[in-house]
């Protein structure tokens, strides 16, 4: 048991410019979190996976931020246009069997 | 949506001594009530949790507390230690399988 793993772990980019972060989750764990975290403040819920299918989506998920988890393994996280408000950490995390929620160390993301 | 509230945000102890972090929250269906440590730099850290069939959970130095009629549930530290210094968030969720709602945390510092 590894852990849950994310990548990159810190990104600069510019306005208007796509990010894509990668998660991956401890293996065997089917449900998949993405939440948002900014200074100060506790993680909030982004969207989830069962599996391969993305099951919930949070308000806070706007039209230019997009997750895949293709064979129910990884996930992958995309901003599109990004946007200083997007400045935040992102964090994934998954479920054990018994329902424990494991987080990854993050992707800080800073957009100039 | 569920609400967590979460008291108080920085807490200064003496090495040896007891800390409490207390968080309420909103709704009465939630059934699950874990806490997270968050180190500087590091995902949040699931150090105990508490399903609500329980009232109080003890894992070593830290103890959990749970009151459903009035919804609110406690951190209780005991023989504080240098270690212990970090960011606490509680959180809340139906099961321990969904989204969780967090807390805004509270900044804890052991003073040696």
């Known amino acids: 048991d590894t852990g849950v793993s994310q990548d990159p772990r810190h990104k600069i980019t510019k306005r208007g410019q796509n990010v894509t972060f990668r998660c991956d989750p401890i293996?065997?764990?089917?449900?998949l979190y993405w939440y948002r975290q900014t200074l100060g403040q506790g993680p909030e819920f982004l969207t989830y996976f069962q599996n391969e299918a993305q099951l919930e989506k949070s308000r806070l998920l706007s039209d230019r931020f997009s997750a895949e988890r293709p064979k129910g393994s990884f996930s992958t996280l995309e901003i599109q246009r990004t946007e200083q408000g997007d400045s935040a950490m992102y964090l994934c995390?998954?479920?054990?069997?018994?329902?424990?929620?494991?987080f990854g160390p993050g992707t800080r993301l800073t957009v100039t | 949506g569920e609400n967590v509230e979460q008291h108080p945000s920085t807490l200064s102890v003496q090495e040896g001594d007891s800390a409490v972090i207390k968080c309420t929250y909103s709704?009465?269906?939630?059934?699950?009530f874990p806490w997270y440590k968050q180190e500087l730099g590091k995902g949040p850290q699931l150090i105990i949790d508490i399903r609500s069939n329980v009232g109080e959970k003890k894992d070593q130095r830290i103890a959990v507390t749970l009151n459903k009629t009035a919804k609110h549930f406690s951190l209780h530290i005991t023989e504080t230690q240098p270690e212990d210094s970090a960011v606490y968030f509680c959180?809340?969720?139906?099961?321990?399988?969904?989204?969780?709602?967090f807390g805004t945390g509270t900044r804890l510092t052991i003073i040696p």
């Open positions: 959180a809340a969720s139906l099961r321990g399988n969904e989204k969780l709602t």
């Open positions: 995390a998954s479920t054990s069997p018994t329902d424990e929620q494991y």
């Open positions: 293996s065997e764990h089917n449900r």
């Open positions: 709704d009465s269906a939630s059934n699950y």
